[in-house]
């Protein structure tokens, strides 16, 4: 059976008033996300602009002391995105391979590069189909990618100087 990319969610764009349906749910997800979760330290959203569909959650860890987790509405998506860690300096190419290996495993996520080179998890998800247990999994993901993955990436990328030696397992 052939794979339908349009099976996950609408590819239109949405309306505005659709739109503003799917961040209210965002909104009262986040809500409920700040006064529940001992893990969370801040979540707020981004009022510099009255159109501005942005928020962003930052986690406690234990590898990574501060995972910031970005959601973006967009016309189609929600995209997700936290920064994983600086450009590696050492060690590039098995830094890269760890990471490009390690996608093979995550759910919802993936390693890639960004801005600097820096190293990024990033997802998206269908805006109509965004609710609590898309945004769960979602940012829930990102955290738990990030305190698996984090201590094993900077022990290669910053072999040098990087205080922690690699996770077993």
Same mark, same amino acid.
């Given at each position: 059976?052939?794979? *339908?990319?349009?099976?996950?969610?609408?590819?239109?764009?949405? @309306?505005?008033?659709?739109?503003?349906?799917?961040?209210?749910?965002?909104?009262?997800?986040?809500?409920?996300?700040?006064?529940?979760?001992?893990? !969370?330290?801040?979540? &707020?959203? &981004?009022?510099?602009?009255?159109? +501005?569909?942005?928020? =962003?959650?930052? %986690?406690?860890?234990?590898?990574?002391? !501060? $995972? $910031?987790?970005?959601? $973006?509405?967009?016309?189609?998506?929600?995209?997700?995105?936290?920064?994983?860690?600086?450009?590696?300096?050492?060690? !590039?190419?098995? /830094?890269?391979?760890?990471?490009?290996?390690? *996608? +093979? &495993?995550?759910?919802? %996520?993936?390693? /890639?590069?960004?801005?600097?080179?820096?190293?990024?998890? !990033?997802?998206? +998800?269908? @805006?109509?189909?965004?609710?609590?247990?898309?945004? &769960?999994? %979602?940012?829930?993901?990102? %955290?738990?990618? $990030?305190?698996?993955? =984090?201590? *094993? +990436?900077?022990?290669?990328?910053?072999?040098?100087?990087?205080?922690?030696?690699?996770?077993?397992?």
């Amino acid at each position: 059976m052939p794979l *339908n990319p349009q099976s996950a969610g609408s590819t239109e764009p949405l @309306a505005r008033s659709d739109l503003d349906e799917v961040a209210d749910r965002i909104d009262g997800w986040a809500d409920a996300l700040a006064s529940g979760d001992a893990a !969370v330290m801040g979540v &707020d959203r &981004d009022r510099s602009e009255p159109s +501005a569909r942005r928020w =962003f959650i930052r %986690l406690r860890g234990e590898d990574k002391a !501060v $995972t $910031t987790v970005w959601l $973006t509405l967009r016309q189609r998506t929600l995209h997700v995105e936290t920064q994983f860690m600086p450009a590696p300096e050492e060690n !590039v190419e098995a /830094c890269f391979e760890y990471l490009l290996r390690s *996608n +093979a &495993d995550l759910y919802g %996520l993936a390693f /890639c590069i960004g801005a600097e080179e820096a190293i990024y998890l !990033v997802g998206r +998800a269908p @805006a109509d189909a965004v609710d609590a247990e898309t945004l &769960d999994r %979602l940012v829930g993901g990102a %955290l738990a990618w $990030t305190e698996e993955h =984090f201590r *094993n +990436a900077m022990s290669i990328g910053y072999a040098s100087r990087y205080r922690h030696g690699p996770r077993a397992g």
